[in-house]
């Protein structure tokens, strides 16, 4: 085999470990036992999962897609997930969310990793907490020192599941735009085929 042929396939190689070096490329094991920390954990792994295929090979056309002149753009939205993770991050750390929130990143790299991160980092640190823990845990917004705390479960009706619908309409936004995610993504499995 000539180095011409060899050399798209060892860019190919490289390629799949780099874009494996993001978290949830796939979904991890699950955990052995249920519990509510763990169950919630795995949500915001079927989130980071579908998250990463969603912004997966996203061009600046893709980016730029708005479905109507009112609406946010695939970028707009991604910035907004990429709050809703650090949302979700900060409460489970126990930290408080500042308000206004950060900026989020300019370029797609960074806000995507980032995100992927948020995402990583939330999900490995409840997956253990004890029942006791979880209820200890508040989401709490911090507005200019005025504080206003909710229970955890509201991550779930909140920035989990808004951030999921969110990367829904990411997904939507790319087909329309002409790029459809990548063929043998099975959110069901948490594989690429």
């Known amino acids: 085999m000539g180095f011409t042929r060899i050399l798209p396939l060892l860019f190919l190689i490289s ?4 874009s494996q070096e993001l978290p949830f490329y ?5 955990a052995e036992h249920y519990t509510a920390a763990n169950s919630i954990s795995r949500m915001i ?6 998250y990463y295929w969603a912004t997966e090979g996203l061009r600046e056309e893709d980016l730029n897609y708005q479905p ?3 609406s946010q753009s ?15 991050a900060e409460a489970i750390q126990g930290k408080p969310s500042i308000r206004p929130a950060v900026k989020a990143p300019e370029d797609l790299q960074t806000l995507r990793r980032e995100t992927l ?3 990583k980092k939330a999900a490995i640190e409840l997956a253990d907490k004890t029942d006791q823990e979880l209820k200890e845990l508040h989401i709490v917004f911090d507005r200019s020192g005025m504080q206003s705390q909710f229970p ?3 991550l779930i009706n909140g920035p989990i599941t ?32």
């Open 15 to 18: 390629f799949n470990a780099m």
């Open 26 to 30: 796939s979904i991890p094991p699950a």
């Open 45 to 50: 792994e079927g989130l980071g999962f579908r």
């Open 68 to 70: 109507t002149s009112e």
């Open 74 to 88: 695939t970028l707009g939205t991604l910035r907004h997930i990429h709050g809703l993770s650090r949302t979700i």
């Open 117 to 119: 991160e948020f995402l």
């Open 152 to 154: 955890i479960w509201n």
């Open 162 to 193: 808004d951030a999921i619908y969110h990367t829904g309409q990411v997904v939507s936004f790319r087909r329309t735009s002409g790029n459809p995610i990548p063929k043998g993504v099975n959110v069901f499995l948490g594989v690429k085929n």
